[in-house]
């Protein structure tokens, strides 16, 4: 069994995330896969190693030991994995991709600097709208994306990396808190058809009942930079002002300094997940893990 660390990494992996589902999605494997190894583990110890909970799992007895030595097992392999590429000296150009919002308003500045010194390679960043993000990760033009929503595919894993929120905001005051009814009262720079910001602003809206086709819209942009700059440059008119929906990150700065102004829905918060997707056949490569834990860590 020692010899196939697959199913003591899934052990792990559950034991770790508290929970089937999360280790499912961070293996990039299905639940039920998650379960049959954790039924294999079972029947070759011939013992219960962890009973499922109302809120998340429970190691037994024999689940515990395991776990001490799954955990030592865990350090020596990635000790030796360290020691592999410094033996190799393998040179490569990490490429990684992430949308408008995060690459031009989330990561700090120095993070690639950074993330270059842990995985001890250069990093190649690319800006581009999430689904183009998408479609290079999965044509292995990418070894990493950074994007907004979550997406469904057999051959990438994906992960929850932290909360973003979207506000109405303006270059001119707006009320803090706005009624659906206000909505209509504003002109509007909306983003393009098919976006996936687009698709979750329609949700929010369907939900609230408050019908878009009403708007009274200037423009539609293709990304994040773009609404911002067309807010900024547009008629400063508190009578019927000119609005859009951002992440609030990406106008933390304005706002602090009085230049833009923010608004939120009443009773409704707009909120939505960053997430990092990665190729399934990644998923034991060094580089990828050290970025995806580095990422996760905060430290980015």
Request: aromatic share 8%; charged share 30%; with cysteine.
């Amino acid at each position: 069994m020692l010899k196939d660390f697959t199913k003591i990494e899934t052990f792990l992996t559950v034991v770790r995330e508290r929970s089937f589902s999360k280790a499912s999605a961070k293996l990039g494997i299905s639940q039920p896969a998650v379960t049959q190894q954790i039924k294999f583990l079972e029947n070759y110890l011939d013992t219960k190693i962890i009973e499922r909970k109302k809120n998340g799992i429970r190691l037994t007895a024999s689940g515990e030991d395991l776990y001490k030595v799954a955990v030592k097992l865990d350090k020596c392999i990635h000790e030796a994995e360290t020691d592999v590429l410094k033996i190799i000296n393998k040179k490569i150009t990490f490429r990684l991709g992430t949308s408008f919002t995060i690459g031009n308003y989330v990561l700090p500045g120095e993070c690639l600097n950074t993330l270059s010194e842990v995985i001890n390679n250069d990093v190649k960043l690319t800006i581009e709208v999430s689904k183009s993000i998408v479609d290079m990760v999965r044509e292995h033009k990418l070894d990493l994306g950074l994007i907004e929503a979550h997406i469904v595919d057999d051959d990438l894993v994906t992960r929850e990396w932290r909360d973003d929120e979207l506000v109405v905001f303006s270059n001119v005051p707006l009320p803090k808190v706005l009624f659906p009814e206000d909505l209509y009262e504003f002109k509007w720079v909306c983003r393009e058809e098919g976006s996936r910001t687009r698709r979750v602003l329609s949700e929010v809206f369907d939900e609230l009942g408050v019908g878009c086709n009403r708007f009274n819209v200037l423009s539609e942009v293709t990304n994040t930079t773009a609404v911002l700059q067309t807010i900024k440059r547009s008629k400063k008119d508190e009578n019927t002002p000119t609005v859009s929906i951002i992440s609030c990150h990406a106008i933390a700065d304005e706002v602090r300094s009085g230049q833009l102004f923010e608004a939120r829905l009443h009773g409704y918060t707009m909120k939505r997940k960053f997430y990092i997707i990665y190729q399934k056949d990644n998923k034991h490569n060094a580089f990828v893990t050290n970025t995806v834990d580095f990422i996760l860590s905060g430290k980015c």
